[in-house]
């Protein structure tokens, strides 16, 4: 299905799901507000992406309450942190739908946050809109659940489309020895096959927490790559690119969106030089203020990080369709 359509049937069963709660008085919805409710790793070793999921919402959610709301409704966020745990999350989650309760979820930091999430979203039919995450676990159709941002899977070829336009063959993966580490394997190996090519490396990361990257290194090095593809946290991208440097390694090294931009320069300094990382939004410099969703919004879309961006982005079309009239027709 092309991409618009798939847009149109999202905003068209936004609309209904909206149009519904306004009339039954759904849970979460009152007089004057529309609660959202949220589960991010405001603390932990993934805390700065929680939070700028968080505020790029809390950034769009004061720019729509200071011009009245929607129908005279303010919206508001509660968030609680889950410090990437995923007990947490699920604790969280239950919490928010059945005893809060709110209206929709929003903006789980990972699809391994966002996972737990999906038996209570489908049992109270709860809207969970913006997961922050392209992995395809989480883009298999629910009809409860919208994603916004493009998949992991996007991502990663366009990145192997990119390197091998200039005749680059040998690709190594780094990823996690999970579900959603092997669909990003997938992935790879789907865009290196349409090209009749294969990985020559690989490092799979079994434990997340604590990733063994002298090893992971090795086992990349075997394969002699050009090209560095890597699908792993901020932390582990970080370590393994300034192990590469102190090796004398030299491949070029690109991620895609998961570790988040700003993170993962903040934690590489000077090391970052020359390193990639696929993003799903315009820079936060926009220069284009033209296009129909950025002009409208580019104050909250000038904040410096890319995740900001996405966060806003994810947020702005949930409120766009809940404020159009109720006889709108798509």
């Given amino acids: 299905m092309p991409r618009s359509i798939r847009s149109i049937s999202l905003i068209a069963g936004v609309v209904a799901l909206c149009a519904g709660a306004a009339q039954a008085q759904a849970p979460g919805v009152s007089a004057r507000t529309i609660v959202i409710g949220q589960s991010a790793p405001l603390s932990g070793?993934?805390?700065?992406?929680?939070?700028?999921?968080?505020?790029?919402?809390?950034?769009?959610?004061?720019?729509?309450?200071?011009?009245?709301?929607?129908?005279?409704?303010?919206?508001?966020?509660?968030?609680?942190?889950?410090?990437?745990?995923?007990?947490?999350?699920?604790?969280?989650?239950?919490?928010?739908?059945?005893?809060?309760?709110?209206?929709?979820?929003?903006g789980y930091a990972s699809a391994t946050l966002s996972r737990p999430a999906l038996p209570f979203v489908e049992k109270h039919r709860v809207p969970f809109i913006g997961p922050f995450t392209g992995a395809d676990p989480m883009r298999v159709f629910n009809k409860q659940v919208y994603n916004i941002?493009?998949?992991?899977?996007?991502?990663?070829?366009?990145?192997?489309?990119?390197?091998?336009?200039?005749?680059?063959?040998?690709?190594?993966?780094?990823?996690y020895d999970d579900t959603v580490?092997?669909?990003?394997?997938?992935?790879?190996?789907?865009?290196?096959?349409?090209?009749?090519?294969?990985?020559?490396?690989?490092?799979?990361?079994?434990?997340?927490?604590?990733?063994?990257?002298?090893?992971?290194?090795?086992?990349v090095r075997k394969g002699d790559p050009e090209v560095v593809i890597f699908t792993t946290l901020y932390k582990a991208t970080a370590d393994f690119i300034k192990a590469s440097a102190r090796s004398g390694f030299g491949a070029q090294m690109v991620s895609n969106s998961f570790p988040g931009a700003s993170p993962l320069a903040k934690e590489l300094g000077t090391d970052g030089a020359g390193v990639s990382i696929a993003q799903v939004v315009p820079p936060p410099i926009i220069e284009r203020r033209s296009e129909p969703l950025v002009a409208p919004r580019s104050a909250v879309l000038m904040l410096v990080a890319f995740v900001l961006i996405i966060g806003t982005v994810a947020i702005a079309f949930c409120v766009m369709v809940y404020d159009r009239p109720r006889s709108t027709n798509i």
């Avoid at 489309?161 to 005749?167: A, C, K, L, R, V």
């Fill in 149 to 175: 941002r493009a998949s992991y899977a996007d991502e990663l070829e366009k990145i192997v489309e990119h390197y091998s336009t200039f005749g680059i063959k040998r690709f190594a993966v780094v990823y």
């Fill in 45 to 106: 070793p993934n805390a700065e992406l929680g939070n700028d999921i968080r505020n790029g919402a809390l950034a769009y959610f004061k720019k729509v309450n200071d011009a009245g709301g929607i129908h005279g409704r303010k919206i508001e966020l509660v968030t609680h942190d889950d410090a990437n745990q995923v007990p947490r999350a699920e604790a969280n989650t239950k919490r928010l739908v059945e005893e809060q309760p709110v209206f929709a979820l929003y």
């Fill in 181 to 219: 580490g092997k669909e990003n394997v997938t992935a790879v190996e789907r865009a290196l096959k349409k090209r009749n090519l294969s990985a020559v490396s690989y490092a799979a990361f079994k434990d997340r927490a604590k990733p063994d990257i002298e090893s992971g290194l090795k086992e």
